[in-house]
DNA sequence: CGTGTTTGACCAGCGC
DNA sequence: GCGCTGGTCAAACACG
């Protein structure tokens, strides 16, 4: 399970990163997804494709906002400082304000802020000052299970498990753990580090197997099993099947 | 002793 | 100018 948080990471990330560095080279420009959603057509997004795949059951309780706001906060991003917001499902008894990106962080400050009694929690990248990415870690005030992580700027040296091996997902592909929502001054994603435990530096020695067949095989009948046992997620599967089949032309049952 | 965290103080920006 | 707020600093402290 931790493999595949792992590799459902790097993924994302890399997609968030491509997201970015397309919507950086659009100069100012509104994007083609922007154009889409400004027409109302949110399930052609491709924010929308990703955001359809909740994480283990979960749904986010962020409601979408709208086209405009959606484009006044991608608009309001600073195009010399990289600005990104990530949430993070955590337990919600855990007072502990972490979020495993991977890097390794400095804690400088913690301040309570207006309109949330939840503390936010400022992080400087421990590679500082050579590289000035800072995090600002506070708890959703919608849902408190999520840690919202809001980066600034971007990291100029490797990530710290870049050279763990992992299998090459494509970037197509909609299997993608998380959700993506709107609420706030850019788009955020949402991944669960609850359901899957949380990546941890020392089993890093185990992902040089992952390529194995016998390790595959593991992935796919714990995958399965994970599935099976999740109720939440047959019931979702099975909704969505139900739905399915209700929306099918009467010819076709 | 080195490193990281905590927390009150301080500073800058903003609105009135 | 004043007060509020978010962000940062730095001394004190904790921990391995």
């Known amino acids: 399970m931790l493999s595949i948080m792992h590799v459902n990471y790097n993924t994302l990330r890399n997609y968030i990163f491509d997201l970015m560095r397309s919507q950086k080279s659009e100069e100012g420009t509104i994007s083609p997804v922007l154009k889409k959603r400004k027409n109302g057509d949110f399930k052609s997004t491709s924010y929308n494709e990703v955001s359809n795949n909740n994480i283990g059951g979960y749904n986010s309780n962020f409601e ?7 484009c006044k ?13 990530v949430g993070v ?24 802020t207006r309109g949330n009694p939840y503390p936010r929690a400022y992080f400087r990248c421990s590679f500082a ?10 708890r959703s005030l919608q849902d408190r ?30 299997s993608i753990p998380c959700s993506v929502t709107n609420k706030g001054s850019a788009p955020m994603v949402i991944l669960d580090l609850t359901q899957q435990g949380s990546f941890q530096p020392e089993l890093e020695k185990s992902f040089s197997e992952i390529d194995s ?27 969505a099947i139900s739905a399915k089949i209700f929306h099918v032309p009467a010819a076709q049952n």
């Open 145 to 174: 299970s999520i840690l919202v992580a809001t980066y600034e700027g971007e990291h100029n040296h490797a990530h710290p498990y870049e050279k763990v091996a992992v299998p090459n997902i494509s970037r197509n592909d909609r």
């Open 129 to 138: 000052p050579s590289c000035a990415v800072k995090k600002k870690v506070q």
């Open 89 to 112: 499902y955590t337990d919600p008894l855990d007072s502990s304000m972490v979020v495993k990106d991977g890097y390794q962080w400095r804690k400088y400050g913690q301040k309570v």
């Open 64 to 70: 979408r906002t709208s086209n405009e706001d959606l």
């Open 213 to 239: 067949p016998e390790f595959q095989k593991l992935l796919m009948e714990q995958m399965a099993s994970s599935f099976t046992i999740n109720q939440c997620f047959t019931n979702v599967l099975a909704n």
């Open 73 to 85: 906060g991608l608009l309001k991003e600073d195009p010399k400082c990289m600005v990104s917001q």
